[in-house]
């Protein structure tokens, strides 16, 4: 079973808005008291790459594509994280991931938990 499972991704218009949710599967103490959560993308042809964390404190990071489009947020009594996603452009098409690991950052090899990923799809 996986610790993380995603949900909230479909079809989109340019422009439109979408929010990504994520739910831990498994209630470890690792997860409720790791230092940072994570959205990851995967786009199409490209590798994969950060597009916001959230600390244990709530302080956040996001990547300067998605800056002032998209906001992350947490839930810590449910251990839920989520990502509401506007004006959204064709080159946000990926499929997208949430992580959970100790040190922050956009190196995905500090995240040592993940979900199955979402498809978000934006259109002209």
């Known amino acids: 079973q996986e610790p993380l499972m995603e949900s909230g991704g479909g079809s989109v218009q340019a422009g439109g808005s979408l929010r990504l949710a994520c739910a831990a599967s498994v209630d470890t103490c690792y997860i409720r008291f790791n230092y940072y959560m994570a959205w990851f993308r995967h786009p199409p042809g490209k590798e994969r790459e950060g597009v916001a964390t959230i600390a244990l404190n709530d302080t956040t990071l996001y990547a300067d594509y998605v800056k002032g489009r998209f906001t992350i947020s947490k839930d810590k009594s449910k251990i839920s994280l989520y990502l509401q996603m506007s004006s959204l452009k064709p080159s946000d098409t990926a499929m997208y991931y949430c992580?959970?690991?100790?040190?922050?950052?956009?190196?995905?090899?500090?995240?040592?938990?993940w979900g199955q990923g979402t498809q978000v799809t934006v259109s002209e």
């Open positions: 992580a959970v690991g100790p040190w922050g950052g956009f190196d995905s090899r500090q995240y040592m938990y």
